[in-house]
């Protein structure tokens, strides 16, 4: 069967030479990669469906990684990895047993083993079971972010599959505001938001938070049957993604009608924005960008500390991740890098405005561009 690979065969085997260094700092010998991202991203293996069922990558400190996966998914297995070592389990299989052969069939004598700990796949019952059946003297530590890091840095491909997912968003918004008027029920709109996104390259139909009246006010709602009434608020996000990158950004809209004073701040919170932004460059520590949010925030009167985070990085994820771990949140002292993407927000007593960026080698380029103003249906 033909492979259909997302990225060149090239790119996966650099990702994991880069892993594999990252290892060898920390004298691995091998590691159990077991977030779905992060296998997709060293192997490219991903059953767009399936990848609930247990999956890993053992990631050697040279050499080729093993995949361990269900047996059900050999299809996409064969279209979708690089890579062509594997272990299958069937269903009513030892699960645990299987993955420790696919250690060992890469360790060897060897003994430190790192393994992602953090995973959503490697429940407390599971890593018992697993435990039980590795070797007694196996150097168990957890790695942490090691992958992670890595993701982070966005390659040209991967920044090419978020600005589609960036051009599917902006479909979504018009298709959402074309609809928003006095009458449409919340629903109608997430109905069109899933259209247009889907028929703009998003790969499934799933809105993001849309919610009006007192609603809006909550920043993670979901479109009910709630009927729009004119001089309503109704908060929109789009998210989108395409080959699982994602791109995102909220705008606040107005049914019927908007006051002076409603126009007036969202204005303000798309300059409270565009001063923040204009803090992001190489080497620059989010600390600058971070805190002219918060000041920006509390300096409109309608709110005395702000509480969320400002950024946080986005690329490719996979439910239940909403996010990658790079945030900036109150004391966050990171710099920015090349290559990093992030969705940029301010949330302000119902109005939301934001972007998600890639930066660049001398500040940001927006991935999402769309007319920076209050939305009036």
Known sequence: MPRNLIFSESEYRQRVTNVQADMREKELDALIALEPESVAYLTGYLSPRGYNGFHCAVVPAEGEPVIVYRRAEIYHFEKSCAFEKSFRWSDGDNIEQLVAKAV???????????????????????????????????????????VRRRRIIKSTAELNYMRQAGRAAEAAMDAARGVARVGASEREIGAAVAAAMVRAGSDRAEPGPIASGEAAHSIHCVFTDRILERGDTVQLEMCPHVQNYHARFFRPLKVGEASRDE???ARRLFEIQDEALAQVRPNAS??????????????TGKVSEYHYKTFYSVGLMLYPNGAEY?????????????????????????????????????????????PRELLIS
């Open 104 to 146: 060992a069939s890469v360790l060897g004598n060897k003994k430190r083993l790192g393994v992602e700990m953090f995973s959503w796949q490697l429940n407390a019952s599971r890593f018992k079971a697993l435990k039980a059946v590795l070797p007694a003297d196996l150097l168990i530590e957890d790695v942490g972010n090691l």
């Open 286 to 299: 989010v600390r600058a960008a971070d805190a002219i949010y918060r000041r920006g925030a509390e300096s």
């Open 326 to 370: 790079l945030e900036a949140a109150p004391g966050s002292d990171w710099c920015f890098e090349p290559g990093m993407t992030f969705h940029t927000y301010l949330f302000v007593d119902g109005f939301g405005v934001s972007e998600t960026i890639a930066v660049t080698d001398n500040g940001y380029e927006p991935i999402t561009r769309y």
């Open 263 to 265: 126009i007036d701040f």
